[in-house]
């Protein structure tokens, strides 16, 4: 069960947009993460590195808390919406639920 003040600490760095180092300090390093019905990609490494490539295509990121927090146990649920905007004027918004599993302070699995 994660500690309020690592959730306090993991909420803030996500809405200051530091997806990258969020993942690298709060998920555990085999950690895993999946999107729907994909395959779950795990290590935490390669996570980071794909949200940093992500957010090195982006000019502008949002990031906001909708809704509150949930902790039952280990289990952590948040809802997120997330703004990219990217050079080529393009942008994408993300309204995700992330169901999540918590090792003491760490995330071990992420779905969202």
Do not use: C
């Not at 069960?1 to 990258?20: E, G, I, R, T, W």
């Amino acid at each position: 069960m994660p500690s309020q003040q690592a959730l306090d600490a993991f909420v803030a760095m996500v809405l200051s947009n530091k997806h990258d180092e969020a993942i690298a300090t709060f998920y555990t390093p085999d950690s895993t993460m999946q999107e729907n019905l994909d395959p779950p990609r795990k290590g935490r490494e390669g996570n980071v590195a794909r949200e940093r490539a992500v957010m090195d295509r982006a000019t502008k990121i949002d990031s906001v808390l909708e809704g509150p927090v949930f902790v039952s146990g280990d289990r952590v649920v948040i809802r997120w919406i997330f703004r990219f905007d990217f050079a080529d004027g393009t942008s994408i918004v993300m309204d995700e639920i992330a169901y999540q599993r918590w090792e003491g302070d760490l995330i071990a699995e992420e779905r969202f």
